[in-house]
């Protein structure tokens, strides 16, 4: 082609399937279809959004291409190359489709759709058009219908029956035009803006009066701004016509306010940086402007927060821009708070909390450059900074970071690779790093920075375990134990002392399940294989998977008994015990209930804060990165949670949950501790917690992987299996597994695990089954699995490749 325009694009789409398809390109549209644009195409008998990620010149003259039908972006393409190129990189590693890798990199209310439509555009063209018989008599009710306004396509095609042929002809004849009606984000509030154009001396005393008040405000005001001024919308309409002014509508900007009301703000004055903190800036300091990745290791209060802020505040003075990731969302708004005494208003906050309009609003920040850091959970790592000098990944051995459903990537691990794209420094920090990143550290991948005492020579707390064999459970609590008698003597100390407590219970409702006592009958979920959990608040009995419900019932439906049971304890029987046993101590609860209502997540936080709660009860939630001065005891109800799970990772998980909570005790004024409830109080995860000691668990945890064969030892691949129908299920499975078992033949030393029911057998409705793969040849593993599977369907049967799985349940 002539001039340089592309005549075709490669366009990935948000859908189970590999590779891109190529779409001719209107001429129409060939100034706007730009690398990264959305665009919306033709997939099968519908429309749908894909992503533009390469531009041809041509192609195969006897293929007919469908055409783009409209371009979804209106200034700039909403993916950078950055992203694309990174979204192509996890795409070939996590064997994901590319467009699904590029859905996730947006706010999910930006898979915008559009609407086509016909509109009447040469109305006095009619009587020639008959003359000459370009169009024929039927054709007038179309023109006269448009004549009133223009209609959707699908109403004329559908409703009104209108042929294609007939349409042609009128837009032949010149007398209709299709266009493409984009609908707008979803959830995206709009306000309407002024702005001043160009002055007319021959303007009404109103019309003058409008436009000196919108020069003395620079030229822009909101339509809402100036009718609170008295400027009518009559008047604004009139300026309009004549060219004065521009109308036009924008997204409505949030400010950072709006996100962090009720939170502390107050500026914490000159940090004074302890030995360790300000080696670890100078090591990062000298790498800025190259790839570096850095693992600190710093035990919790040595001022890992006050590292990073300084470091992303040197990316800053250089031009360029950081982006900080945090596991849970939780933990944006006490971050946030942080950024904005350093950084001003030139920080944008991405998680998907935010209402559709504050996402989108915050994103579009980033994507013009209008801010300085990005905070967020892992989707925020596609954060479209076109400047970025450094990523933070704070917490890096949460699990959290991992995404569960497809496309299934580690944004820790991606976080490097995009600073190896960026030829930027990357930071993994943590008090318990993942074995994953320890062992890169250990084999020269990474630098490692240790951080071992808190500041100002703050004491770690003092951990100890109470043996809950030794412990007699409460009558009422059937062989469970809440609060021990040592438990229970500690937290009225610290009441009586003044101070505050954690309490952490990683479960949340009443109780996990409900016991018929006459005949043993559990209360499960229809359609998955785990009880249904009691909360007793809300009056009901509820799955944690698939969120079915039901009231809790006053006889048991088998043998019509009345001594129904809730069994063990969670977040609420643990609030109710609080209460009796401490009737005048005030308490709150961090949950994922509790924290449902927005603003809730803040107000619960800073009522702890300033000390209007005296003790806080939560799940893991509460367990990382918050910094509550007069904490002195975390109380841990039960450890033995996680390492009763079928789950290679068990023991890290404990230490890691352990460690944390451990870490919100003593960092104050005042000494800490931390009582441990657990009926095995010499298991080495528990032990090593007990000693704050990580690199005793690590050489520990590193021995069993490699005994066993485990990550980070060797490469894992899971592929689970899932379908309504069972012998569907097991049929792909087990044609799978002889697959798979060809295609590693020749790769030595890779085991199989499967196929075989996953320990979860069935959630949503859907029966489960499972392969792991576990092999020293990380690559080839890919390899062979892509060969084996990418191709292959099975009619009724999901397959998600998982590689680099964390949650194997």
């Not at 005790?665 to 080495?684: D, M, N």
Request: aromatic share 6%; with cysteine.
């Amino acid at each position: 082609m002539s001039s340089g325009i592309s005549a075709l694009a490669a366009v990935a789409l948000p859908v189970a399937m590999h590779g891109e398809l190529t779409y001719a390109i209107p001429p129409e549209l060939r100034d706007d279809v730009r690398l990264g644009t959305r665009v919306e195409v033709p997939l099968g008998p519908k429309l749908t959004t894909g992503f533009v990620v390469g531009l041809l010149d041509r192609a195969d003259p006897d293929v007919k291409l469908k055409p783009i039908r409209a371009v979804l972006d209106d200034d700039e393409p909403a993916l950078i190359p950055e992203i694309i190129e990174l979204c192509r990189w996890a795409s070939d590693y996590y064997l994901a489709p590319l467009g699904e890798m590029l859905r996730v990199a947006l706010p999910a209310n930006m898979s915008a759709r559009g609407k086509r439509q016909a509109v009447l555009v040469g109305g006095d063209l009619v009587d020639d058009a008959l003359t000459s018989r370009q169009i024929l008599e039927s054709d007038l009710a179309i023109v006269n219908e448009l004549r009133k306004r223009p209609l959707p396509l699908n109403a004329l095609l559908q409703e009104m029956k209108v042929g294609r042929s007939a349409l042609d002809r009128l837009r032949g004849a010149g007398i209709i035009a299709i266009n493409d009606q984009l609908q707008d984000a979803k959830g995206v509030r709009y306000d309407r803006f002024v702005t001043f154009v160009s002055d007319d001396e021959k303007l009404a005393p109103k019309q003058r009066a409008a436009i000196d008040l919108l020069q003395t405000r620079g030229g822009e005001l909101s339509v809402r701004a100036l009718e609170h001024a008295g400027v009518s919308a009559a008047v604004l309409g009139a300026l309009a016509k004549k060219g004065v002014v521009k109308i036009e509508r924008r997204a409505r900007r949030h400010t950072l306010d709006a996100f962090l009301a009720g939170l502390d703000t107050a500026s914490l004055g000159e940090i004074r940086y302890s030995v360790e903190q300000r080696a670890a800036i100078d090591a990062v300091k000298k790498q800025l402007g190259t790839f570096a990745p850095f693992l600190l290791e710093g035990v919790t209060g040595s001022g890992k927060t006050e590292v990073y802020i300084e470091l992303m505040r040197e990316v800053v003075k250089r031009g360029e821009q950081a982006l900080l990731l945090v596991p849970e969302i939780s933990l944006t708004p006490v971050f946030a708070a942080r950024l904005k005494e350093r950084f001003g208003e030139r920080i944008a906050i991405l998680h998907s909390n935010l209402s559709p309009s504050e996402r989108y609003d915050q994103w579009w920040r980033a994507r013009r450059g209008e801010v300085d850091v990005a905070i967020g959970p892992r989707s925020a790592l596609f954060s479209p900074f076109q400047r970025l000098g450094l990523i933070v990944v704070d917490e890096e051995g949460d699990g959290a970071y991992k995404q569960e459903e497809t496309p299934r990537y580690n944004a820790r691990d991606l976080a490097v690779v995009r600073s190896q794209f960026r030829n930027c420094p990357v930071i993994l920090g943590s008090a318990t790093p993942s074995l994953e990143s320890r062992e890169n550290a250990a084999r020269g991948k990474y630098t490692l920075l240790r951080m071992s005492k808190r500041v100002e020579a703050r004491a770690l707390p003092d951990v100890e375990t109470i043996d809950l064999r030794k412990e007699r459970p409460e009558k009422e609590d059937k062989g469970f134990v809440i609060f021990s008698g040592p438990m229970r003597d500690a937290l009225r100390q610290t009441f009586e002392a003044g101070e505050q407590a954690i309490i952490l219970i990683n479960r949340r409702g009443y109780a996990p399940y409900l016991l018929c006592r006459e005949c043993g009958h559990e209360f499960r979920c229809r359609d998955c294989s785990v009880t249904l959990t009691v909360h007793r608040r809300a009056g009901q009995l509820i799955c944690h998977y698939c969120g079915n419900r039901r009231s809790i019932p006053t006889k048991c439906p088998l043998c019509s008994g009345e001594v129904l049971q809730p069994i063990g304890f969670g977040t609420e029987k643990v609030e109710e015990r609080f209460h009796r046993d401490f009737p005048q101590v005030s308490v709150d609860v961090l949950d994922r209930d509790s924290t449902r209502r927005k603003g809730s997540l803040v107000a619960i936080l800073e009522r702890f804060r300033r000390g209007d709660t005296r003790a806080l009860i939560g799940t893991q939630m509460l367990s990382k990165g918050h910094h509550f001065p007069n904490v002195t005891l975390t109380a841990v109800l039960n450890a033995d949670s996680i390492l009763g799970y079928p789950d290679f990772r068990s023991a890290e998980k404990t230490f890691y949950l352990l460690t944390q909570v451990a870490g919100r005790a003593g960092r104050g004024e005042l000494r800490g501790k931390v009582l441990i409830q657990t009926a095995f109080p010499q298991h080495y995860a528990i032990q090593h917690a007990l000693h704050h000691d990580y690199e005793a668990f690590y050489e520990a945890e590193i021995e069993f992987r490699k005994t066993f064969h485990y990550p980070p030892v060797t490469s894992m691949i899971a592929l689970l299996f899932r379908g309504e129908v069972l012998p569907d299920v097991e049929r792909a499975a087990t044609e799978s597994g002889r697959r798979l078992e060809e295609a590693v033949q020749p790769l030595a030393g890779t085991r199989i695990q499967g196929p075989a029911p996953a320990p979860l057998a069935r959630i949503k409705g859907e029966w489960r089954y499972q392969i792991l793969l576990r092999s020293p040849h990380r690559a080839p593993l890919r390899r062979a699995v892509a060969a084996a599977m990418l191709s292959r369907k099975w009619k009724g049967v999901d397959v998600a490749i998982d590689v680099d799985p964390i949650n194997i349940l």
